[in-house]
């Protein structure tokens, strides 16, 4: 089993051969760029990926799998290069703009234009002055989003929902689903919230609500954008023949043994939650209840209780969990935890111990569920990033590693690709332990596993 010292570098700074992996890139690329997203990585650092760990005698007719997708980074980059491609997610917001990009391959262009044209004349007619006042949209806002703050202020709500009643006119599915994509990708720039990265109230970092805004003009420039994309798209995918499949599943990939019995795949590009309790769901809760993607009150709907690994407060009062597996170095870890500022109640060491257990028990789960669908020699790149907790590192590449030769993979090595920043953990703020914070270098890298 190899392994890597974690060496320290300036912010930012990459030290291996790959390219940025952050997703900022993406804002460049056509299709990667229509959705934002704050945890994903960039199209290129996918690219050096395959070019890397792809062994040449697989690739043809190869299988690349990414078991938490995202908005389809990893995906489409491999459908680009003629790989053929399997992805998993739990969100449903990130489901749709996944299928609505690979499926942008086969749209029918011109139904796209005409309607694109036709949701504008729409919105002219509907939200002009000149509408007839008693004019009411026939949608109307989801019962199971709720905020501090109204999402979106009357004017705009209005607007909001007459752009619904358009798209739930349109008979082509994959159509529908694009126009969908486009609101859920600019909703928050006419709402009352903004990222900064997460999802707050603009009135929370002193930003004035949007009391009003042209919806229909928003709506119908990121389509056109995308149009212009899908074009360009269409065109290079007639250079590769055989056209690549792929397989979406909106489900955990824990599930994968049974969606996949006759599938060996040939490369892994993925990055799970990172063990630092960033609540993922939040960002992506007003999409899909407006969007009608998901029924359920609060974050359920975005697949809360299927996320790898749990959130601290939904373990945080159970009894002391354990480590479904032995490894001592990271149940030393976990007993250092478990140690530390009890005085605190459940923002004390036992609580947070729990978080520590359940996310590496999910670990395990994962590399069980990925070894048998691997291909023999085939590789898995996982980005991951280490994290402080009650002011102990938990290196997690590492023991994402040495799992993953528990469960009878190799663990090739570990590459260090940046610092992510200078700073306290989120999970060391003042709030949550009795001393101040205290600065901890905090990096992210790539562990590579092989098949045996």
């Known amino acids: 089993m190899a392994t890597s010292t974690m060496v320290s570098v300036t912010p930012a700074e990459v030290t291996s051969g790959f390219r940025d992996p952050s997703f900022g890139h993406n804002r460049q690329l056509p299709l990667h760029r229509w ?76 139904n796209l234009a005409d309607k694109i044209v036709g949701f504008q004349e729409f919105m002219n007619r509907m939200c002009s002055p000149s509408a007839p006042r008693f ?3 026939e949608s109307t806002p989801p019962t199971g989003f709720s905020g501090r703050t109204e999402l979106f202020s009357p004017k705009v709500e209005r607007q909001v929902l007459f752009a619904l009643d358009f798209m739930k006119s349109i008979s082509n599915k994959a159509v529908k689903d694009l126009f969908l994509l486009a609101l859920g990708s600019v909703m928050i720039s006419f709402s009352n919230y903004t990222y900064e990265p997460s999802l707050t109230r603009r009135s929370a970092v002193g930003k004035p609500a949007i009391e009003d805004a042209d919806v229909g003009l928003v709506i119908t420039k990121k389509l056109s954008s995308m149009l212009d994309d ?18 979406i599943f909106a489900s955990s990939f824990f599930d994968a043994r049974k969606k996949l019995p006759d599938i060996k795949v040939d490369i892994v590009v993925t990055s799970p939650p990172y063990l630092n309790n960033y609540h993922y769901p939040r960002n992506t809760r007003p999409q899909i209840h407006w969007l009608g993607l998901g029924n359920g009150k609060g974050y359920e709907s975005a697949g809360q209780s299927l996320s790898f690994g749990k959130f601290w407060q939904s373990v945080r009062d159970l009894p002391q ?132």
């Not at 109640?345 to 070894?371: E, M, P």
């Not at 528990?406 to 001393?435: P, Q």
């Open 35 to 110: 959705v934002p997203w704050v945890a994903g990585f960039s199209a290129q650092f996918v690219s050096d990926c395959i070019n890397t760990y792809l062994l040449r005698e697989n690739r043809s007719n190869a299988w690349l799998l990414d078991p938490f997708s995202g908005v389809g980074t990893a995906p489409l980059e491999a459908y680009l290069k003629g790989l053929n491609v399997i992805g998993f997610e739990i969100n449903p917001y990130a489901v749709l703009a996944l299928r609505a990009k690979l499926e942008a391959a086969k749209l029918p262009i011109r």
């Open 135 to 137: 004019t009411c949209p």
């Open 230 to 247: 899908i074009v360009e798209y269409q065109e290079n995918l007639r250079q590769i023949r055989p056209r690549p499949k792929y397989k």
């Open 321 to 452: 969990g354990d480590l479904t597996f032995t490894l001592p170095e990271l149940q030393h870890v976990i007993d250092t935890v478990r140690e530390r500022n009890n005085n605190n109640n459940h923002y004390g060491g036992v609580g947070w111990a729990n978080y520590i257990v359940a996310y590496f028990n999910d670990t395990y789960r994962f590399c069980q569920t990925l070894k048998p669908i691997l291909r023999r020699r085939g590789a898995a790149v996982v980005v991951l990033g280490n994290s402080i907790i009650q002011g102990v590192e938990v290196e997690t590449d590492q023991f994402f590693g040495k799992i993953a030769h528990l469960c009878g993979m190799d663990f090739e090595e570990t590459v260090l690709l940046r610092k992510k920043r200078t700073g306290s953990s989120i999970i060391r703020s003042s709030v949550r332990v009795d001393k101040p914070t205290i600065k901890t270098a905090l990096y992210e890298s790539a562990i590579v596993l092989r098949k045996r």
